[in-house]
């Protein structure tokens, strides 16, 4: 399966239904709707919709029909009727006309000093009406489908960049991790041997020109080779190499796995910031110091485009 990212956009439009050849093209018939989806990243699916009365009825199916194909994102989706040669009203039935004098009438029989409906709220009330018919339902969740489609074409692109760019961050950190690996052994060794030299040299300057016995001399040696084995193993860095050689081949595997992996990959780059860490506050050498700096360049470049994987 493919890595999706949370940042896409996409927009569709449905045309008109033609009109017949021997009648004016009417407003139904000329109008479509538009759909644009915008979505960013967010750690949960967070759905806002900005839709005209006409559309409103449509939103507990559009927010149906988003949340089925997608999982995390802020997602805005806009929707609009669009195609009308003029931005007049329909022009109310005479039904509606009708039923409006009637509502009318029975109102002021019981309020006699209520004002008279203006034109403006008999079209208001009309179109209102009309729109909650929900004429362009049917087109505006296909447009929305179509729009859909292109979104998550484009998250698709997305996410394959982004997983093409940390599977080239993994490989520079796994040479670093090599180039850290044989430094390992030589600076256990040299702590070891400075640490037993320092020891030898603190005994001497303790008893200058005295001989000293054989035991006691062997028990200071004893006691300095233990000392020195316990100082190596705090600076050996070989556990934190592994841990993270094993976090780099489960976000690989992670990767190439695709589908819903973001909170699962935030997770192992943090793992992987503290091995980091970990390596930097045990070196006792320049070169290591240098390496623990570079994954850490290398692991907060990773770190923001995770952010962006669904």
Do not use: C
Request: aromatic residues 4%; charged residues 25%.
């Amino acid at each position: 399966m493919a890595v999706y990212s949370m940042t896409g956009y996409a927009t569709a439009h449905s045309s008109g239904s033609p009109a017949p050849a021997s009648a004016e093209p009417s407003r139904e018939q000329r109008a479509g709707v538009g759909v644009e989806i915008r979505s960013v990243n967010s750690r949960f699916l967070d759905l806002v919709f900005k839709l005209p009365d006409d559309l409103r009825a449509a939103e507990p199916a559009l927010r149906d029909m988003m949340g089925a194909r997608l999982k995390r994102g802020k997602v805005e989706v806009r929707a609009w009727v669009e195609g009308r040669t003029d931005a007049l009203p329909r022009s109310p039935s005479a039904q509606d006309l009708q039923k409006l004098v009637g509502l009318q009438d029975n109102v002021r029989a019981w309020l006699p000093t209520a004002t008279p409906l203006s034109v403006a709220e008999i079209l208001q009330l009309t179109t209102r009406q009309q729109g909650v018919a929900g004429e362009f339902n049917d087109s505006l969740l296909a447009t929305a489908a179509s729009a859909l489609e292109g979104l998550s074409a484009a998250r698709e692109r997305e996410g394959k960049r982004l997983a093409a760019m940390l599977l080239d961050r993994l490989g520079q950190l796994r040479k670093l991790a090599q180039d850290a690996q044989p430094l390992i052994p030589q600076l256990v060794a040299q702590q070891r041997q400075r640490f037993i030299d320092r020891w030898n040299e603190a005994l001497a300057a303790g008893n200058p020109g005295a001989t000293g016995s054989t035991v006691s001399s062997d028990a200071a040696h004893d006691r300095a080779l233990t000392e020195a084995t316990a100082f190596a193993i705090r600076i050996d860095v070989a556990e934190e190499l592994t841990r993270l050689d094993s976090h780099l081949t489960e976000i690989e595997r992670l990767l190439k796995k695709g589908a819903e992996v973001g909170k699962r990959l935030d997770f192992l780059i943090q793992e992987l910031h503290r091995e980091a860490n970990t390596l930097g506050s045990k070196s006792s050498n320049l070169e290591l110091t240098r390496i623990s700096v570079d994954m850490k360049v290398l692991i907060e470049q990773m770190r923001e485009q995770v952010q962006n994987i669904e």
